[in-house]
């Protein structure tokens, strides 16, 4: 199913979630994934870079690539051995990259809400990817 903006069930199917993973691309279309701590706020995705050891003498590799090149996935699913509980959305989108500003602040204080271990780290300073949500894609059963 396509749709425009999530529904409400596919909001809901994303706040009770809590993993997902974005895709990037570079300027030359070669893809990367990686697991992601997200917020859903109107029309936008969020997901902030955090202090988890990770490189520090170039930038991240998904900020890298949406500078190049902004088209962007954010896919949330759910696995069960049960076949008929499975279901994933895929949020498409351009992203931007917001480096501080009131926006900035809105999304980290809700990330922070929806994941306490970001009441402990320092993330004020640190880029937050927001996701101009575009498209919609859903499949399965969204229901708890």
Same mark, same amino acid.
């Given at each position: 199913?396509?749709?425009?903006? @999530?529904? *409400?069930?596919?909001? $809901?199917?994303? +706040? ?9 691309? +570079? ?6 994934? !990686? @697991?992601?701590?997200?917020? !859903?706020? /109107?029309?936008?995705?969020? &997901?902030? &870079?955090?202090?988890? @050891?990770?490189?520090? #003498?170039?930038?991240?590799? $998904? ?6 090149? @902004?088209? *962007?996935?954010?896919? *949330?699913?759910?696995? #069960?051995? +049960? ?12 992203? =931007?990259?917001?480096?501080? /500003?009131?926006?900035? +602040? ?6 922070? =809400? ?18 101009? &949500? #575009? $498209? !919609?894609?859903?499949? /399965?059963?969204?229901? #708890?």
């Amino acid at each position: 199913m396509m749709i425009a903006m @999530p529904t *409400v069930a596919q909001y $809901r199917f994303l +706040d009770l979630s809590r993993v997902g993973r974005l895709a990037t691309a +570079d300027a030359k279309g070669v893809p990367h994934l !990686v @697991p992601v701590c997200y917020a !859903v706020i /109107g029309q936008s995705a969020y &997901i902030t &870079i955090d202090e988890k @050891p990770k490189r520090t #003498d170039i930038p991240l590799k $998904r900020l890298r690539n949406i500078r190049k090149n @902004p088209a *962007v996935a954010l896919t *949330v699913d759910r696995w #069960d051995e +049960d076949w008929s509980r499975l279901a994933w959305i895929m949020l498409r989108g351009h992203a =931007e990259i917001l480096e501080s /500003g009131a926006e900035h +602040d809105m999304a980290q204080a809700r990330l922070r =809400e929806r994941y306490p271990q970001y009441r402990t780290m320092d993330i004020a300073p640190l880029p937050t990817i927001a996701i101009r &949500i #575009d $498209r !919609v894609l859903s499949w /399965g059963d969204l229901s #708890d």
